[in-house]
DNA sequence: TTAATATATGAACAGATGTTCATACGTTCA
DNA sequence: TGAACGTATGAACATCTGTTCATATATTAA
């Protein structure tokens, strides 16, 4: 064990860990943030934020491979991050909840301070 | 080339590209996030979130080695999400501003609806 | 049925990542 | 000064990631 520094207070410490979320949950965060840290899929999800679209729209816009989109568009609906719903031959993916949109719109606001 | 699927309107594709965000804000975002995709750095940033704190108080709390805080502290600081302050022999860390405490928040609200 | 279209998925490879170890730097105080 | 403490950083390693290629599946239309 290493010698604490005269700044450390353990009793405080340890009511400070308790308010960090628990492992299973920083692990899911981890995920998520895992999952927007990729440019196909941010920029799949700032176009399913003006219109839900189909995974060839996708593949148009985006200028990848149907692969790519594909694999992208399965990462972001295991977390739940965008949801799917069948029409005829198509698959029509949008984004799941407002909390997504909060994600995005927040972190370009933070980069965007500092262009 | 690729043929177009029915659903594809290319003057459509063209405007709703013309707003997302550029190649530079999304790679930035992509950074951002990739820097928030570590257990060790989230756990770090729900600790700052609650008081500044320096490197040793972390090292103790987190029980991970003094270097890999400060590894994860340098990368969250280039990216501007903990700002830090010398005081003494110490250095402070404490969290930028409401962005990082909304991104990690919005995250938290979101995998705890799925527990 | 069959052909065509839309989507999903496994394998594989090159590139990126987080941790630790070793060490260097900076500050304080005796 | 120099010793002790607090912090930073480069190297190296094993692990993980995103893309493409090849192929499979599912729906529609003929």
Redesign the interface.
């Known amino acids: 064990m ?1 010698e ?2 005269e ?2 207070n ?1 009793e405080q ?1 340890k009511t ?2 308790q ?3 628990d ?12 999952a ?4 196909t899929r ?2 799949i999800l ?2 399913l934020r ?2 839900e ?2 995974v ?2 996708l ?3 985006l200028e990848v491979t ?1 692969s790519a989109v594909s694999h992208g568009l399965r990462t972001l609906r295991q977390l ?1 991050l965008v949801r799917v719903r069948r029409e005829g031959k ?1 698959t029509v993916y949008y984004i799941a ?1 407002e ?2 949109r ?3 719109e ?7 301070e ?2």
């Open positions: 290493k604490k520094c700044r450390v353990p410490t400070l860990m308010k960090v979320p492992s299973e949950n920083i692990t899911r965060m981890s995920a998520v943030f895992q927007l840290q990729s440019d941010l920029k700032f176009l003006q219109k679209m189909c060839c729209e593949e148009q816009a149907q739940d198509f909840d909390h997504v909060t994600l995005i927040t972190c370009l606001e933070h980069v965007e500092k262009s």
